[in-house]
């Protein structure tokens, strides 16, 4: 099914429910939960996903997997969703937090495949080979480290917000432990406490992260600077130690080019 309404179809008697669906350039779907869990691909684009516990970044041609219940919300940047709304019972090995990972060629046929059923697609037929091979295919997916926590202590989950939306190379702990009115000690104690890991390093990560979205349309080149990096090397040296593959992977633009 495509550009359908979940709520329509939830009641359906099928433990998966496939749904395609296109978004207009820059959407964002506010905070909402669903019952069932989800599987969510992105055939195009990049996906913000955000909950109270963290934020997770899905380049194009990964999915994320969303927990039963979980309260999110998602900014979209040109894309177009392949998506599976799956009962909680049906599987018991979904993980607990929302979880990045890649999708191979085999899975995302298998998609672009099942958003075309009906919604009481036979079970015994084509459809439901095809929706228990899904499954199987997800479960196999091993996690990809595209997300950062964010605190539960409210002040500190204000400024991890605030720094996703504008990255600033030039804050260190010291300004945000002023924010705070604590220590610099006290405050990377507190935060490392709450996110696992130093100020410093999720700044590190978030500024990667930002890289994501903005590669759609500008080069590496351009992307480094905007984030304060000395170079494109230095930004491909860290994108590629924290994620495993060079920004160049997730830029449709040129190393050295920009927007004319």
Same mark, same amino acid.
């Given at each position: 099914?495509?550009?359908?309404?979940?709520?329509?179809?939830?009641?359906?008697?099928?433990?998966v429910l496939p749904i395609g669906t296109d978004y207009p350039p820059?959407?964002?779907?506010?905070?909402?939960?669903?019952?069932?869990?989800?599987?969510?691909?992105?055939?195009?684009?990049?996906?913000?996903?955000?909950?109270?516990?963290?934020?997770?970044?899905?380049?194009?041609?990964?999915?994320?997997?969303?927990?039963?219940?979980?309260?999110?919300?998602?900014?979209?940047?040109?894309?177009?969703?392949?998506?599976?709304?799956?009962?909680?019972?049906?599987?018991?090995?979904?993980?607990?937090?929302?979880?990045?990972?890649?999708?191979?060629?085999?899975?995302?046929?298998?998609?672009?495949?099942?958003?075309?059923?009906?919604?009481?697609?036979?079970?015994?037929?084509?459809?439901?080979?095809?929706?228990?091979?899904?499954?199987?295919?997800?479960?196999?997916?091993?996690?990809?480290?595209?997300?950062?926590?964010?605190?539960?202590?409210?002040?500190?989950?204000?400024?991890?917000?605030?720094?996703l939306a504008a990255p600033d190379a030039g804050i260190t702990? %010291?300004?945000? +432990? /002023?924010? =705070? $009115?604590?220590?610099? &000690? *006290? @405050?990377?104690?507190?935060?490392?406490?709450?996110?696992?890991?130093?100020?410093?390093?999720?700044?590190?990560?978030?500024?990667?992260?930002?890289?994501?979205?903005?590669?759609?349309?500008?080069?590496?080149?351009?992307?480094?600077?905007?984030?304060?990096? %000395?170079?494109? +090397? /230095?930004? =491909? $040296?860290?994108?590629? &130690? *924290? @994620?495993?593959?060079?920004?160049?992977?997730?830029?449709?633009?040129?190393?050295?080019?920009?927007?004319?």
């Amino acid at each position: 099914m495509k550009n359908v309404s979940l709520a329509d179809y939830d009641h359906v008697d099928r433990a998966v429910l496939p749904i395609g669906t296109d978004y207009p350039p820059g959407q964002l779907l506010d905070w909402h939960e669903h019952r069932r869990a989800q599987f969510l691909y992105g055939v195009t684009g990049v996906m913000i996903v955000d909950t109270p516990e963290g934020t997770w970044t899905v380049p194009p041609e990964r999915a994320v997997l969303i927990p039963a219940t979980t309260r999110h919300r998602v900014r979209m940047d040109g894309v177009s969703t392949r998506s599976l709304y799956v009962e909680p019972d049906a599987v018991p090995w979904w993980p607990a937090t929302c979880t990045v990972v890649d999708v191979p060629p085999l899975l995302r046929e298998l998609l672009v495949a099942a958003v075309e059923f009906e919604a009481d697609y036979s079970l015994s037929g084509r459809a439901g080979c095809v929706v228990a091979l899904l499954l199987h295919e997800i479960a196999a997916r091993a996690p990809l480290p595209f997300h950062v926590a964010i605190p539960a202590a409210p002040d500190l989950a204000v400024i991890c917000r605030a720094y996703l939306a504008a990255p600033d190379a030039g804050i260190t702990n %010291a300004d945000w +432990a /002023a924010r =705070t $009115a604590m220590s610099e &000690r *006290a @405050f990377t104690r507190r935060f490392r406490a709450q996110t696992g890991e130093s100020p410093a390093a999720w700044r590190t990560r978030a500024r990667l992260l930002a890289a994501v979205p903005l590669l759609r349309t500008a080069s590496v080149t351009e992307v480094s600077g905007r984030l304060g990096y %000395a170079s494109p +090397a /230095a930004l =491909t $040296a860290a994108f590629t &130690r *924290a @994620f495993g593959l060079p920004p160049s992977r997730f830029s449709t633009t040129p190393l050295g080019a920009g927007p004319s």
